[in-house]
Nanobody, 123 residues
Framework: VQLQASGGGLVQAGGSLRLACAAS????????MGWFRQAPGQEREFVAG????????DYADSAKGRFTISRDNAKSTVYLQMNSLKPEDTAVYCC?????????????????WGQGTQVTVSS
């Protein structure tokens, strides 16, 4: 099982990025997936999550109104559209998949993790 995140980069404040997480090795169409981020010296934190069907989502307060999570199960890919980026959004973003169907914010809910992609927002 492999989760490969991509789409990170350097962007100015106010800009946008679209992250993608491609899953391989098994299907996760019935499973919740999430995006997390970790800044230097800080703990990994939940950003957004989505159920297997894509009908339910959850966002951290810091992401609400700016980020949108979506998924394309035909492509085994989950996306994170990030708009109005701020310097405090700078972190390594990684995706995760759960055995469960519901979206949860705790990291222990997720069983599979990708390596992450760096997002740097300059002021």
């Amino acid at each position: 099982v492999q989760l490969q995140a991509s789409g990170g980069g350097l962007v100015q404040a106010g800009g946008s990025l679209r992250l993608a997480c491609a899953a391989s090795g098994r299907t996760f169409s019935n499973n919740a997936m999430g995006w997390f981020r970790q800044a230097p010296g800080q703990e990994r934190e939940f950003v957004a999550g989505i159920t297997g069907s894509g009908t339910a989502t959850d966002y951290a307060d810091s992401a609400k109104g700016r980020f949108t999570i979506s998924r394309d199960n035909a492509k085994s890919t989950v996306y994170l559209q990030m708009n109005s980026l701020k310097p405090e959004d700078t972190a390594v973003y990684c995706c995760a998949a759960s055995h469960g169907a519901a979206v949860m914010r705790r990291t222990t809910w997720y069983n599979f993790w990708g390596q992450g992609t760096q997002v740097t927002v300059s002021s």
